[in-house]
């Protein structure tokens, strides 16, 4: 353990290999304490065709208070899927209150994929994610996501040209180091990575199967891997390829979510 404890702040979908029940597991295996605050109680996730959902705000301050009373700190942060505006507000009350300095916040905004919103969002939703993404050190939207926040035509098929504009417009907006995840280049699959000093890809063999929570597994693997001090282009490396193995693992037909359990077994074995 390198006594990290990281708070990651997004729903928990009881069934559905996504969220939290995928960013536990794989950030306590890259060494970290991962501490939770659950945005929503989801029945499954809503790429299912019903869902119920329990939204957890009206606890989050009791939750705050108490963690205050205990002075507890986290060394970063990691949100996903936050379901409502409300939870954005009390995520920058999360930042302000109890980082350590220098705590990194991410991002992932998780409202959609494949040119659609997830069920429940609309664009209001997608313009207060653009506001809270200036919170962040490091934001992790896929092509959906980024294209939506900037009002930019959603295409299937680009070139760099197109991806670094729009990766460069998101970062000039949120001052972030910008990491677009999902870009199909050359018959292989990746992330471009944006700061200051420009674009960088990092691709890797693209496996063809979808399964939903695919960015989940991504930026939970990601994330600890910076933590535990690698730099964004080798944390964006394992965490591909964390996602490519899990894919292949997948059952036909599993495409709720991605089979990721015997990956990280297999892991503990070596
Ligand atoms: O994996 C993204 C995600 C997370 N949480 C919930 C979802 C989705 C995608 O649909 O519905 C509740």
Not at 2 to 8: A, D, F, V, Y
Not at 20 to 38: F, N, R, S
Request: with cysteine.
């Amino acid at each position: 353990m390198n006594g990290k404890r990281i708070l990651t702040i997004q729903d928990l979908s009881c069934v559905g290999q996504c969220s939290l029940t995928v960013a536990l597991p794989v950030l306590a295996h890259y060494g970290l304490e991962a501490a939770i605050l659950p945005t929503a109680v989801l029945s499954n996730h809503t790429m299912f065709a019903e869902w119920s959902y329990l939204d957890m705000s009206s606890e989050i301050p009791r939750i705050f208070c108490n963690w205050r009373k205990n002075n507890i700190k986290f060394s970063g942060f990691l949100l996903g899927y936050l379901g409502k505006t409300q939870i954005m507000n009390l995520s920058r009350r999360a930042f302000a209150e109890f980082s350590e300095p220098g705590a990194p916040v991410i991002i992932d905004p998780a409202f959609g994929d494949n040119g659609k919103l997830y069920g429940g969002f609309d664009m209001q939703y997608v313009q207060d994610m653009r506001n809270l993404l200036k919170c962040a050190n490091i934001i992790l939207p896929n092509l959906t996501e980024a294209t939506f926040m900037l009002g930019e035509e959603y295409k299937t098929q680009y070139d760099r040209k197109y991806i670094e504009d729009i990766a460069q417009k998101l970062h000039k907006f949120t001052g972030a180091t910008v990491i677009i995840t999902g870009v199909e280049l050359d018959g292989l699959i990746g992330e471009v990575i944006y700061k200051d000093n420009g674009a960088q890809y990092v691709l890797l063999e693209k496996v063809p199967k979808f399964s939903h929570g695919t960015g989940d597994i991504f930026s939970a693997a990601f994330t600890a891997n910076y933590l535990n001090g690698l730099s964004l282009e080798k944390s964006c490396e394992i965490a591909g390829k964390l996602v490519a193995d899990s894919l292949k693992a997948t059952a036909e037909g599993h495409d709720y979510g991605v089979q990721f359990e015997d990956v990280l077994y297999s892991h503990i074995q070596k």
